[in-house]
């Protein structure tokens, strides 16, 4: 179930990528293509909870996309919100693990990232626009994390794109 939920992963962020290197930043309204980019994130931490240093490798929350085609769109927003949510909670509890295993204190031992908007109550749709912003700060948080992991992460030369693949 892991190697499955990991390998969708993999897709959706390919299909991320593919946007990104093509110049096209996605319209903030395409709910499939911020699943995506929410699901990237929550990879991502998933990888850093693999090659932190000491740190046990725990399965991050199930973040792959909802089925687009059954929500509807107010249901889609309140999805996509909780994917945000799940995913901010899980960064936290990663940091929060990397600093009692003395990883990058200054990344790690901080305040837990706390937005406003993880108090939205339980089925908050917000609008897209808003959502691309929420995801937006998240993926900052996230990218700042990841990297550093993936520069400390021990290389292997069997792996030609890294220790941290993700596109």
């Known amino acids: ?3 499955a939920r990991q390998i969708i992963l993999i897709i959706m962020a390919a ?5 990104c290197v093509s110049g096209q930043r996605a319209h903030a309204s395409d709910p499939v293509v911020l699943g995506i980019e929410i699901g990237r994130y929550a990879y991502m931490l998933t990888q850093t909870a693999e090659l932190a240093p000491a740190a046990a490798p725990e399965p ?3 973040q792959a996309a909802p089925d687009q085609p059954a929500l509807a769109q107010g249901a889609q927003a309140a999805a996509l919100q909780s994917q945000l949510v799940e995913t901010a909670f ?3 509890a990663q940091r929060a693990r990397l600093c009692r295993d003395g990883f990058k204190p200054g990344l790690t031992c901080v305040a837990p990232y706390l937005p406003a908007w993880l108090n939205a109550p339980a089925g908050a749709a917000p609008d897209a626009a808003v959502l691309q912003a929420r995801a937006d700060e998240l993926g900052a948080q996230v990218m700042a994390l ?3 992991v993936c520069a400390a ?4 030369p069997e792996e030609p794109l890294g220790p ?4």
């Open 164 to 167: 941290c693949p993700i596109e």
């Open 90 to 92: 899980a960064l936290n």
């Open 60 to 62: 991050a929350p199930d």
């Open 153 to 156: 992460a021990p290389k292997n």
């Open 15 to 19: 299909g991320a990528a593919a946007a």
């Open 1 to 3: 179930m892991r190697q």
């Open 146 to 148: 990841w990297d550093a």
